[in-house]
Structures are given as C-alpha cells and as structure tokens.
T-cell receptor, first 114, second 118 residues
Framework: GAVVSQHPSRVICKSGTSVKIECRSL??????MFWYRQFPKQSLMLMAT?????????EQGVEKDKFLINHASLTLSTLTVTSAHPEDSSFYIC??????????FGQGTRLTVV | KNQVEQSPQSLIILEGKNCTLQ??????????LRWYKQDTGRGPVSLTI?????NTKSNGRYTATLDADTKQSSLHITASQLSDSASYIC?????????????????FGQGTILTVHP
C-alpha cells in the first residue's frame, strides 16, 4: 500500500520556539493532505486541509497563524507550530489522499513543549 | 452535523475469542466507510474500506459489514491475538471537491479500545 512518512516521530522543544513537522507521500502524488491532532484516548481531530499550491483550509477554532501549513509540492506538506506553548503538546498526524480519495496516515509526531 | 458513533468505548477479551465492534453514522453525502487500527503512539492503519454498494469485506481475521440503509457498520475480529490490542476507529468519508480534484473529508468515530488478555 501507499506510504506516508512523517518526521520527526518525537520532538521536545522549549516554550516559545517553533517546530516544523514534515509529511511526505513516498510512492504517490497527494493532491490533498490533512493535519490532525490527537489527545490521549481521544479520536483524531482535523486541524486543516491543504491542496497542493493553494492555501490550507483550517477547521473552526484552529489558529492559522499558529499552525502554519505549507503544501508546496504533491509529495510534501509541512506543519509549523509557531511560538509553541505547553498546551500545544499533543500527537500530530498527517494523512495524504490520492485522487481515488483513499487516505493514508503518517506515523504521527509526539510534540512535547517544556 | 455529520457524526460517527462507536460502541463499546472499550472492550476486554481473552486471547482466541471473537469480538464485534459497532459503528453508527449520520454522514451525508456518504462516500465510503473505513475501519482503522491504531496502536498507541502510531498513526492509523487501514483495515477495510467499503463503498455504498458493498455490504461485507474481509481482511484476514477482520470482517467488516455495512448496512447503508440503517447507516450501521460492524467490525468482527476472529480468533483474537495479543497483537490485536489497539484502538479501532470507524471513519466515514464524504466526497468533497476543491480546485478541480476530489478528496474524502473524513469524520472519525471516537474509537473502541480493545484489550486482549492472555
């Protein structure tokens, strides 16, 4: 099956710094990529949807200036958490969608802000 | 509002036993329904995907059913193994269009946490 690679798998950063998470589709071109956030024992919460070459569409309540999404190519999307704070600590997961609307998930990134 | 509800919230079974997880949804327009397995600290992995016209699909010891009329789905796990311990998530997709391409907007259930004991 298709592979989506997410990097890094874990990151610890100081409060106030920015962190970039990469999501790559390794063997297919992803027309659409999604970014999710997951709290412990809860389901995935969609943060934003991005189509290659256009601005991301953010879900209600998600600050676009805090969670910067760039989908510059058909195989790479990045999520930058700017000026991170402890409450941003969470598990972030990306997924990439093919033209057949099948979705494949990355391995996730555990962000801890100290 | 599109919703996906799963039951039970958690389930504990003994190794070798069978179990069935339930999923009810109100997503419209419906495109497909997927079951994912998510191990702790990992991304979800697809088990099955069913469209409107499919009412059953198997993947090894996993068998999913879909009743599009009642908007219900189930995931049956046969002869459970310790490695089946995970969260099982029902996800319903509605087809969306943006910029000339289609993609599935996913609505996630809360998941069922399955624990298999030896």
């Amino acid at each position: 099956g298709a592979v989506v690679s997410q990097h890094p798998s874990r990151v610890i950063c100081k409060s106030g710094t920015s962190v970039k998470i990469e999501c790559r589709s390794l063997d297919f071109q992803a027309t659409t990529m999604f970014w999710y956030r997951q709290f412990p024992k809860q389901s995935l919460m969609l943060m934003a949807t991005s189509n290659e070459g256009s601005k991301a569409t953010y879900e209600q309540g998600v600050e676009k200036d805090k969670f910067l999404i760039n989908h510059a190519s058909l195989t790479l999307s990045t999520l930058t958490v700017t000026s991170a704070h402890p409450e941003d600590s969470s598990f972030y997961i990306c997924s990439a969608s093919t033209e057949l609307a099948e979705a494949f998930f990355g391995q996730g990134t555990r962000l801890t802000v100290v | 509002k599109n919703q996906v509800e799963q039951s039970p919230q958690s389930l504990i079974i003994l190794e070798g036993k069978n179990c069935t997880l339930q999923c009810n949804y109100t997503v419209s327009p419906f495109s497909n329904l997927r079951w994912y397995k998510q191990d702790t600290g990992r991304g979800p992995v697809s088990l099955t995907i069913m469209t409107f016209s499919e009412n059953t699909k198997s993947n090894g010891r996993y068998t999913a059913t879909l009743d599009a009329d009642t908007k219900q789905s189930s995931l049956h796990i046969t002869a459970s193994q310790l490695s089946d311990s995970a969260s099982y998530i029902c996800v319903v997709s509605e087809e969306m269009y943006a910029g000339g391409t289609s993609y599935g907007k996913l609505t996630f259930g809360q998941g069922t946490i399955l624990t298999v004991h030896p």
